[in-house]
């Protein structure tokens, strides 16, 4: 008789990959909402400076408005720093989705959702990030940067066919309705567990419902603790772990990340997305802008679609190169044809091709990549504070894209903006040729060894961790030896 194939111990299941692919979805309707709030702002933009304008805004009341939310995500994002390590990503939605879909109904409500938005997306990432398997994880977290495509895109639709009033009530309600019901059947991620001191058996159910039956719990349950070192602080506060960034392991994926959120914001794709309307009323070619508009949304999302795919097939740094050479070379080509606008007016369709290039670049690398990067870098030890500072960081970096475009317009002009986008490129470039590290292909826990120096003779890499003045030094057993270290040096035995 023939005997069934058996799933190999530590492998997941149908069921598991079933249910981080049922939990993406639903987490990945944060990201929409938030994608769809930027767009909004483009909408609202074009809508309320148009010369049938329903109410009468100076162009400063405008850009206010637009920019609020960022202030909105940003006081989100450092909130989530702080109530994230007390309930966790799946508490956190629950809360917080509700509000989403009922600020969106009021004007007023656009700070509030930016907030309720900041504190929920960090977390969501890092959680999908937590819970997935190293073969899918790039799959998966691509998968909000899809969401996140599909909320800008329909943001244009609905705006466009029902007026910046009532497309608030279509994007705001149901995505967060659909997010809510499905949250209440999701556990905790198991790092999470463990990192906050809950009971290991919390962990474990968490395990085996994200992974399957079948999957090696007390394996993962131990190189997680691993990870963390067993003079790790569950209840460590944001001050004490901001004080751990002086040191090396933690210093150096901290800053990767802010720079790549640096290059994300200011190389041109994201001001292109959402700001659209505005951009293709100066491009010309549509009578109507928001036709260009959702175009630039249905091929971002055809763009992310294709990076998924292939992104757990190519090194994280060669789509970054990537993106930093076509990206620079579709700028230079769009501020050229805006300088000479007069003489080239007749061939607007090179600046409309130049940007579909720029936000096909974005979208196939830097986007879904910094999503990645930010449910692979941080420490496990401190990730549940550092992701929301990371984002506190990116919503500042939104608030001032938002605020200055229409102001760098006037004073640079369109073609200054682009060239602005050009150098940002090539930097970009540059970071990923000399500084990313390549993830690809290796677990979390793997990943923190990446930044850490060896100091003992084994030439092990291993975690560290800081208590009160001594480097603790964990072998692959669970024991730590510590030591007393001065203050000028990093628990690596580096200078800082």
């Known amino acids: 008789m023939r005997m069934a194939p058996t799933i190999r111990e530590g492998q997941d299941d149908?069921?598991?990959?079933?249910?981080?692919?049922?939990?993406?979805?639903?987490?990945?309707?944060?990201?929409?909402?938030?994608?769809?709030?930027?767009?909004?702002?483009?909408?609202?933009?074009?809508?309320?400076?148009?010369?049938?304008?329903?109410?009468?805004?100076?162009?400063?009341?405008?850009?206010?408005?637009?920019?609020?939310?960022?202030?909105?995500?940003?006081?989100?994002?450092?909130?989530?720093?702080?109530?994230?390590?007390?309930?966790?990503t799946v508490r956190l939605v629950q809360i917080f989705s509700p509000l989403v879909a009922a600020f969106w109904v009021i004007l007023a409500g656009r700070v509030l959702v930016g907030v309720s938005i900041g504190v929920c997306f960090g977390p969501s990432v890092t959680h999908v990030g937590e819970i997935s398997s190293v073969n899918v994880r790039g799959y998966l977290v691509s998968f909000l940067v899809v969401g996140n495509c599909f909320g800008i895109t329909c943001a244009y639709l609905f705006g466009w066919l029902l007026g910046w009033r009532h497309s608030c009530l279509v994007i705001g309600i149901g995505p967060m309705a659909l997010q809510?019901?499905?949250?209440?059947?999701?556990?905790?991620?198991?790092?999470?567990?463990?990192?906050?001191?809950?009971?290991l058996e919390e962990a474990e159910r968490s395990l085996r419902f994200y992974h399957g039956q079948s999957y090696d719990v007390d394996k993962q349950i131990k190189d997680i603790k691993k990870s963390l070192g067993d003079t790790h602080k569950h209840n460590a506060t944001l001050l004490q772990v901001l004080r751990l960034l002086k040191h090396r392991h933690n210093l150096i994926p901290f800053s990767l990340m802010l720079t790549l959120y640096t290059f994300f914001v200011f190389s041109g794709g994201l001001t292109a997305t959402s700001f659209a309307p505005v951009v293709f009323k100066e491009v010309g070619g549509f009578t109507n802008p928001y036709l260009g508009s959702i175009l630039l949304g249905v091929v971002r999302t055809i763009a992310t679609v294709f990076c998924g795919i292939i992104l757990e097939r190519v090194k994280r740094k060669t789509l970054l190169m990537?993106?930093?050479?076509?990206?620079?070379?579709?700028?230079?080509?769009?501020?050229?044809?805006?300088?000479?606008?007069?003489?080239?007016?007749?061939?607007?369709?090179?600046?409309?091709?130049?940007?579909?290039?720029?936000?096909?670049s974005m979208s196939a690398g830097i986007s879904?990549?910094?999503?990645?990067?930010?449910?692979?870098?941080?420490?496990?030890?401190?990730?549940?504070?550092l992701s929301g500072v990371c984002l506190l960081f990116f919503g500042a970096l939104n608030f001032v894209m938002a605020y200055?475009?229409?102001?760098?317009?006037?004073?640079?002009?369109?073609?200054?903006?682009?060239?602005?986008?050009?150098?940002?490129?090539?930097?970009?470039?540059?970071?990923?040729?000399?500084?990313?590290?390549?993830?690809?292909?290796?677990?979390?826990?793997?990943?923190?060894?990446?930044?850490?120096?060896?100091?003992?003779?084994?030439?092990?890499?291993?975690?560290?961790?800081?208590?009160?003045?001594?480097?603790?030094?964990?072998?692959?057993?669970?024991?730590?030896?510590?030591?007393?270290?001065?203050?000028?040096h990093d628990t690596t035995g580096f200078e800082i």
């Not at 809510?180 to 009971?199: D, E, Q």
């Not at 540059?430 to 003779?457: C, H, R, Y």
């Open 368 to 385: 879904p990549l910094m999503t990645v990067m930010l449910s692979e870098l941080l420490p496990n030890t401190i990730r549940a504070e």
């Open 14 to 88: 149908r069921r598991g990959i079933l249910m981080q692919v049922i939990t993406t979805v639903s987490l990945s309707m944060t990201p929409f909402n938030m994608a769809a709030s930027w767009a909004f702002g483009g909408v609202f933009t074009e809508q309320l400076t148009s010369e049938d304008a329903d109410l009468a805004l100076t162009a400063s009341q405008v850009s206010w408005i637009v920019a609020i939310f960022n202030i909105g995500t940003m006081v989100g994002f450092i909130t989530s720093s702080y109530v994230n390590p007390l309930l966790g």
């Open 322 to 360: 990537m993106n930093g050479i076509v990206g620079a070379a579709a700028c230079l080509i769009a501020g050229c044809y805006f300088y000479y606008s007069k003489q080239l007016a007749d061939y607007g369709w090179i600046a409309l091709v130049s940007i579909l290039v720029i936000v096909c």
């Open 180 to 199: 809510f019901l499905t949250s209440l059947m999701f556990p905790r991620s198991a790092r999470w567990l463990v990192s906050k001191g809950h009971p």
């Open 404 to 488: 200055s475009f229409s102001k760098t317009i006037s004073s640079l002009g369109m073609y200054g903006l682009f060239w602005f986008f050009t150098t940002m490129h090539v930097l970009m470039f540059f970071f990923a040729t000399f500084f990313l590290p390549d993830t690809k292909g290796k677990s979390i826990e793997e990943i923190q060894k990446l930044f850490v120096k060896n100091i003992n003779a084994a030439n092990v890499p291993a975690p560290i961790n800081l208590e009160e003045g001594r480097a603790c030094v964990c072998a692959e057993t669970l024991d730590c030896t510590c030591h007393g270290i001065p203050e000028e």
